[in-house]
């Protein structure tokens, strides 16, 4: 059933977005067509979560910020297989949800910067998607979006009308880059990694980005 609700809702979505500005995504084989996936963009805007479903082949599971887990859009949100996070947190219930959605095969979308960026630089990276590819072995599939801090940037309630796009990277698997002599090095390597990829493919789209500042 949820399946059937998913498509309803998103070709509603996309229908919103084609009248906001529209929408383009670049090179979605990225994707894996199955098996568990963690879908990691860039986060600008409110926008993005509904974005990267509209342009993604696969139905995605969401990581959230459980602020948002509230009144009816926290029970549309759940419905369509969003699940709370507690930010600054050591959230192990949201972890469990996230491993056990991608060791079933699924496609999870986590912000590897856990907040919202200015569209100028990159956050620094949670290593909470370190910790979860580690443990599933599922690719992790870069993402860079280009739009959407114009069409309702954060801080702010008015949506504008602005094109966007959406550039997907080639997957990373954790096995790839952990070759350190500790978990630590590893887990730095890996985020490292999965930065580079983020602040390349953004300037790709469009988007050139600072790296984050512990980095410069």
Known sequence: M????????LQLARFVYFLI???RGFKKHNVPRSGGVIIAPIHLSHLDPPLVACVTRRQLRFMAKEELFKGALGVLIRSLGAFPVKRGE?????IRLAIGALEAGEAVLMFPEGTRGDGKSLGALNKGVAMIAKRTGAPVVPISINGTHLALPKGSTKLRRAPFRIRFGEPLLYSEVAKGATEKENRELFLDELTRRLITLSAENGLPLAMPEADK
């Open 21 to 23: 500005g529209g929408y």
């Open 2 to 9: 949820r399946g059937l609700w998913y498509l309803i809702v």
């Open 90 to 94: 050591g959230d192990t219930e949201s």
